[in-house]
């Protein structure tokens, strides 16, 4: 082991796990973003937290409705996911744009990703200031899913997306 | 995609990365419990989180002297890094039994796992409750490593743990 410069050390930490993140705007429109700094922080509440850059546009949308949903995209999505993580919402409608279709939520009113892997439903519940980011806890209130697309996306060192199930088979 | 309990779409979001946080007690004795709820959450400065259980004895080190080390198990450490993540500190020194060894940091008084992927020095500046966890937010104040072992652990969903390098490559 040597001392290592902090972006090489943050490099060597990936794969991370790639999630898109809805929200909706005060008129309902959706938006999504791409982030991979989320994981599950509580077993009981089952509590999720996410991690946004002060200047997105998905911060300002969180921050007015209290609402987001952690969609988990799956094998094939690699392209609407990409896209939606390297564009800004904030004109026209990004997921429309990326070629990805969404399905209404069960309890929050930002929609879920259609055949994403995993979807987390999530009202928040702490909003914490941490560098350049806000850290936003969300209590997940409702779960869907389909099983039958297990494999889901990482970002690599190199920013590109690999496709793993939960047994980390490619 | 159909409604999913939660537990099932949890389990639906592995792996996850795979880390020991090693903390010090009053007398500098060196601790390490394994964790998989822990991300960067800032670029600059250089944050990063990690969600500890409130009764874990690693969570009253940390909160005391303010300072951790997040390792990042390599390929071959897989039986200490599951021995560590599995047991308790409490009584005795649970590195020692596990077979890992440690290596002194360069700034923080907690040590690095020798022969890790990675090691990330943080230095507490945030600490918020979620749920049934403690969220420590950690300024990282130097990292060490080694290059050639790039291969490091991930938690699958039925708790096994799998190695992987930076490009997703198992």
Redesign the interface.
Known sequence: ??????D??????????YVLITSVDGEGRPNAMGA????????????M?V?IGKDRYSRKLIGETGEFVIC?PSAGQEKGAMYCGTRSGKKGDKIARSGLET?PS?KVRPP?I???????ECKVV?E?E????I?F?GE?V??????TR?K?L?A???Y?L?A?D???G?
Do not use: I, N
């Open positions: 082991m040597k001392p290592l410069d902090p090489t050390g943050a490099g060597m930490t990936a794969p991370l796990p991979a700094w989320v994981t599950r922080v509580s077993f009981s509440p089952f509590l937290m991690s988990y399905v069960a879920a259609k055949d994403c892997t995993a979807a987390l702490g914490y941490a560098g350049d980011h850290l806890v997940v409702a779960v869907q899913g389909d099983p297990p889901h990482f690599t060192a190199e590109k690999v793993m939960p047994e980390g490619a």
